[in-house]
């Protein structure tokens, strides 16, 4: 595979794709600290075992690496997964050898990945259908020189989906030559995330919390996505590593670090209640509110609510020299028995209409408009 790499180097003219933060620079190898420092460097350690193993060719076989990485809000799990995925594109020189994705198009948007089931093609309605066909053909060579492949926002993704991506990839990774292996031997697979944070959005599904209380041994015909996905929860947690600081708060404010860790446990006080209200952003001085505003990710119980916010956010980017555009889509004659969609789940049809102008904050993938 590392030879296959080599020989396609000089034949692509892709450019990295680095990660870069909101200054513009490239996540790099001196930008991790402390605990997050440890976790690269115990990666680096493993690729450099795994580049040895392939180099002398003595039938020394590799041990996958199976990690899961925790912690909280602010710890540096974002900043670990930029570092690392930078740090193999960098030193492969090709951006396909390290896929990133997540549960939700937020959460994907925010790793810099696509989402786990457009990445592994899983159907959420049916996670125990096979892979086949124009898809499985996409996912070959989406896969062919994977050597990474990190999934955040871990407590969100439900053992189905889970189980389905790896039946998928294991499918599919370096040209299917290693399906019996899991995910196809792909050396370095890593879930991040905060088990303490957001379930699943389906209350019923299982995820990280609930795994040691199911049965897997219910009888099944053929392969159980569910059942796989508990398994590989499993083996994903004999090798984890915590990152316990918070670099994101002030850390002279124990008080307020306190606060948050006792939130995040569930443990929270009626003092810990009040102080979070006086935070109230309605109490804020005008110039200190319009700040938090403009940088502020903003959540919604439904959707009437986000689509008048979303309109307003358009209507005050709007202006003579950049007004709004609605691009409306329009099945040609040669393509008339496709359908346009206004839903999520529906493959890579082509949407009824965009609302859209210069400086919108968008995350658009498939046949929809792709901003650079």
């Given at each position: 595979?590392?030879?296959?790499?080599?020989?396609?180097?000089?034949?692509?003219?892709?450019?990295?794709?680095?990660?870069?933060?909101?200054?513009?620079?490239?996540?790099?190898?001196?930008?991790?600290?402390?605990?997050?420092?440890?976790?690269?460097?115990?990666?680096?350690?493993?690729?450099?075992?795994?580049l040895d193993i392939k180099k002398e060719r003595k039938g020394k076989k590799f041990e996958p690496v199976r990690l899961t990485v925790t912690g909280a809000a602010g710890s540096g799990k974002s900043r670990v997964v930029h570092v690392?995925?930078?740090?193999?594109?960098?030193?492969?020189?090709?951006?396909?050898?390290?896929?990133?994705?997540?549960?939700?198009?937020a959460a994907a948007n925010n790793a810099g990945g696509q989402t786990l089931h457009r990445l592994a093609a899983v159907n959420p309605f049916k996670p125990n259908e096979d892979i086949k066909g124009k898809k499985k053909d996409n996912m070959i060579d989406c896969f062919r020189f994977a050597?990474?492949?990190?999934?955040?926002?871990?407590?969100?993704?439900?053992?189905?989906?889970?189980?389905?991506?790896?039946?998928h990839i294991a499918t599919t990774a370096h040209c299917g030559n290693h399906e019996n292996e899991d995910w196809g031997g792909i050396p370095f697979v890593i879930m991040v995330g905060d088990d303490y944070q957001l379930p699943p959005a389906s209350n019923k599904d299982l995820n990280p919390f609930n795994i040691l209380q199911e049965s897997?041994?219910?009888?099944?015909?053929?392969?159980?996505?569910?059942s796989n996905g508990v398994e590989q929860y499993k083996k994903m947690t004999e090798s984890v590593m915590h990152l316990s600081s918070i670099k994101r708060q002030d850390e002279n404010d124990q008080a307020f670090l306190s606060l948050l860790q006792r939130i995040r446990l569930g443990k929270q006080t009626l003092h810990d209640a009040r102080r979070i209200l006086q935070l109230d952003i309605a109490l804020l001085p005008a110039e200190e509110r319009q700040k938090v505003e403009s940088e502020a990710i903003y959540l919604f119980a439904n959707k009437e609510p986000r689509d008048q916010h979303n309109l307003h956010c358009l209507s005050k980017e709007c202006n003579n020299e950049n007004p709004i555009?609605?691009?409306?889509?329009?099945?040609?004659?040669?393509?008339?028995?496709?359908?346009?969609?206004?839903?999520?789940?529906k493959d890579d049809r082509t949407p009824q209409a965009t609302v859209i102008c210069r400086?919108?904050?968008v995350c658009l993938c498939g046949r929809n408009i792709i901003l650079e």
């Open positions: 595979m590392l030879q296959q790499i080599a020989e396609h180097e000089q034949e692509t003219t892709e450019k990295l794709k680095l990660v870069c933060d909101s200054t513009g620079h490239e996540f790099n190898l001196n930008d991790v600290h402390e605990d997050q420092e440890e976790i690269v460097y115990f990666v680096l350690q493993k690729l450099q075992e795994f690392l995925t930078n740090t193999f594109r960098r030193i492969f020189g090709r951006n396909d050898v390290v896929h990133i994705c997540a549960p939700t198009g050597l990474m492949l990190i999934m955040d926002e871990r407590s969100m993704i439900t053992c189905e989906n889970l189980g389905a991506a790896e039946k897997t041994k219910e009888r099944v015909t053929g392969f159980n996505a569910r555009a609605i691009i409306k889509s329009k099945i040609s004659k040669r393509h008339s028995k496709e359908k346009t969609s206004s839903k999520h789940f400086n919108a904050t």
